[in-house]
């Protein structure tokens, strides 16, 4: 019995959690976020005339978001209700800037709801769902939800922590993004090291337009270009640094990839292979950061990978041995796992 109520709690949390995944994109649309990111006590009354929608909206939302632990509450005296975000719950909701900011991983799994009828049928079929043929919610979300770890790791931590990179970038190097989505990674690179190239490449055009777009945005369009092309045939050599951001996983020939790298790499360049942290064991991997890119692999990044030729399906939660063969296989001989975060690893790789 105390077993069947602990399961039962975990699933009445979870299914919470899915419902209000909803009301956390809500909040982002019509700007109930934004309007409490000062901090200040507000009542329901006063959201919904900042935010425009009738009280009962407002007031329903706010007692959601006080149930889930994403808002503060205080009665006083008289048992009139205010909410205020803390600044740690503004730093997670609120400020599309802070390191911590996740609301944006929300759009993610609204897409994998959108797609799953379509997901279904080809698992059935036996075949594979491409990224392309996502929601476009999956795109703007994976922006979002990467993007914290990026500004925060990428150039002060990562590219540090591979052997001479940083001089080579900050004397001048050639670098390539392979399968950079919206291109956020080639940005923060581009930014920090403005006597570099940067090479953006992704087979997904919709996202190589975006990455253009964004680049302009970041004042970096000077030093970076991206090209659609896919991981095994994109243009160029001598490049100091390949890297793949969250992608390998979703390719169908991983060593197809890698081998391409291996080729268009200077003698003694390097290529960056930042992968979802995991264990290799699935007994590692049982855990809150494991269950999210579990479930992630399942609906987006297994069916991409069965999607193309090869269909290695490694999975998001690959761990470092199975990418260490991957490595292997197309001709890598140094392999090292240079630095890591609660999410991502961080692996160099060399000829
Ligand atoms: C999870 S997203 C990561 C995007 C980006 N690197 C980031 O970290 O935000 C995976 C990306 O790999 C791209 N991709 C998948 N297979 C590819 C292939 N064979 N060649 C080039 N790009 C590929 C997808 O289009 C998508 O943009």
């Given at each position: 019995?105390?077993?069947?109520?602990?399961?039962?709690?975990q699933?009445?949390?979870?299914?919470?959690?899915?419902?209000?995944?909803?009301?956390?994109?809500?909040?982002?649309?019509?700007?109930?976020?934004?309007?409490?990111?000062?901090?200040?006590?507000?009542?329901?009354?006063?959201?919904?005339?900042?935010?425009?929608?009738?009280?009962?909206?407002?007031?329903?939302?706010?007692?959601?978001?006080?149930?889930?632990?994403?808002?503060?509450?205080?009665?006083?005296?008289?048992?009139?209700?205010?909410?205020?975000?803390?600044?740690?719950?503004?730093?997670?909701?609120?400020?599309?800037?802070?390191?911590?900011?996740?609301?944006?991983?929300?759009?993610?799994?609204?897409?994998?709801?959108?797609?799953?009828?379509?997901?279904?049928?080809?698992?059935?079929?036996?075949?594979?769902?491409?990224?392309?043929?996502?929601?476009?919610e999956?795109?703007?979300?994976?922006?979002?939800f990467?993007?914290?770890?990026?500004?925060?790791?990428?150039?002060?931590?990562?590219?540090?922590?591979?052997?001479?990179?940083?001089?080579?970038?900050?004397?001048?190097?050639?670098?390539?993004?392979?399968?950079?989505?919206?291109?956020?990674?080639?940005?923060?690179?581009?930014?920090?090291?403005p006597?570099s190239?940067?090479?953006g490449?992704?087979?997904?055009e919709?996202?190589?337009?975006?990455?253009?777009?964004?680049?302009?945005?970041?004042?970096?369009?000077?030093?970076?270009?991206?090209?659609r092309?896919?991981?095994?045939?994109?243009?160029?050599?001598d490049?100091?640094?390949?890297?793949?951001?969250?992608c390998?996983?979703?390719?169908?020939d991983?060593?197809?990839?890698?081998?391409?790298?291996?080729e268009?790499?200077?003698?003694?360049?390097?290529?960056m292979?930042?992968?979802?942290?995991?264990?290799?064991?699935?007994?590692?991997?049982?855990?809150?950061?494991?269950r999210?890119?579990?479930?992630?692999?399942?609906?987006?990044?297994?069916?991409?990978?069965?999607?193309?030729?090869?269909?290695?399906a490694l999975?998001?939660?690959?761990?470092p041995?199975?990418?260490?063969?991957?490595?292997?296989?197309?001709?890598?001989?140094?392999?090292?796992?240079?630095?890591?975060?609660?999410?991502?690893?961080?692996l160099?790789?060399?000829?």
């Open positions: 019995m105390e077993r069947l109520q602990a399961l039962v709690f699933a009445v949390t979870d299914i919470g959690a899915a419902l209000n995944g909803a009301l956390v994109i809500l909040g982002t649309d019509l700007g109930f976020w934004s309007a409490l990111a000062d901090g200040q006590p507000i009542t329901a009354a006063e959201l919904a005339a900042r935010c425009g929608v009738p009280t009962p909206y407002a007031d329903q939302w706010l007692s959601a978001q006080a149930a889930s632990g994403n808002i503060d509450t205080e009665t006083d005296s008289t048992g009139a209700v205010t909410f205020r975000l803390s600044p740690e719950q503004a730093m997670i909701f609120a400020d599309q800037d802070s390191p911590a900011y996740l609301a944006g991983g929300y759009h993610i799994v609204r897409s994998v709801y959108e797609d799953l009828p379509q997901i279904e049928e080809r698992m059935e079929a036996g075949q594979g769902f491409g990224w392309h043929e996502h929601d476009p999956l795109f703007l979300g994976t922006e979002q990467f993007r914290p770890g990026y500004r925060t790791h990428l150039v002060d931590e990562w590219l540090p922590a591979l052997e001479g990179v940083h001089d080579a970038l900050t004397a001048g190097a050639r670098v390539a993004d392979v399968g950079c989505g919206h291109g956020v990674s080639t940005a923060v690179m581009a930014a920090r090291y006597a190239s940067f090479f490449f992704d087979y997904h919709a996202s190589v337009e975006r990455a253009t777009a964004h680049a302009a945005e970041q004042g970096v369009a000077g030093n970076t270009a991206f090209i092309a896919a991981a095994d045939s994109y243009p160029g050599s490049y100091d640094l390949i890297c793949f951001f969250d390998l996983h979703d390719m169908g991983p060593v197809g990839a890698l081998k391409h790298a291996r268009a790499l200077s003698p003694d360049g390097t290529v292979l930042v992968e979802p942290i995991a264990g290799d064991a699935l007994a590692d991997n049982l855990n809150p950061v494991g999210i890119f579990y479930a992630a692999s399942t609906m987006i990044c297994t069916p991409s990978s069965l999607a193309q030729d090869v269909g290695a999975g998001a939660q690959a761990g041995g199975r990418l260490q063969k991957a490595a292997e296989l197309a001709g890598f001989t140094r392999f090292r796992r240079a630095t890591e975060t609660p999410v991502n690893m961080v160099e790789l060399r000829p």
